[in-house]
């Protein structure tokens, strides 16, 4: 059975870290791109990093330098390490996994999802 299964999130004060996980079973998670999007209250999806195939990252321009993405291919988990979280990180994040093609911020285009892990970032 294909599935994602996220966890890590909770409630962080702000300047805080969380590491997320992203356990896929029923596929190989290094045969795919691998993302991470997140969902505000409110508001639309949007894609926050991935990492290709060959292990290259990038990120938002809203997170880069305060979030890392990182793949354990041997363990088939996805991670997302987020520091300095700031109140507008706020939101539900879920991993997706995109099987034949390449790396897309298009949520659309990806073949499978978690469930979702939220994270409040808040004093």
């Known amino acids: 059975q294909v599935q994602l299964v996220e966890s890590g999130g909770e409630l962080v004060q702000p300047g805080g870290s969380l590491r997320l996980s992203c356990a896929a079973s029923?596929?190989?998670?290094?045969?795919?791109?691998s993302t991470w999007f997140r969902q505000a209250p409110g508001k639309e999806r949007e894609w926050v990093s991935h990492?290709?195939?060959?292990?290259?990252?990038s990120s938002a321009r809203s997170v880069r330098g305060r979030f890392r993405i990182s793949r354990d291919n041997g363990k088939n988990t996805l991670y997302l390490q987020m520091n300095n979280l700031k109140s507008e990180d706020t939101a539900d994040y879920y991993c997706?996994?995109?099987?034949?093609?390449?790396?897309?911020?298009?949520?659309?285009?990806?073949?499978?999802w978690g469930q979702g892990t939220q994270v409040t970032v808040s004093s």
């Open positions: 997706a996994a995109r099987k034949g093609g390449p790396c897309t911020v298009a949520a659309t285009l990806y073949d499978n």
């Open positions: 029923g596929f190989s998670l290094g045969n795919t791109c």
């Open positions: 990492i290709t195939q060959s292990g290259l990252a």
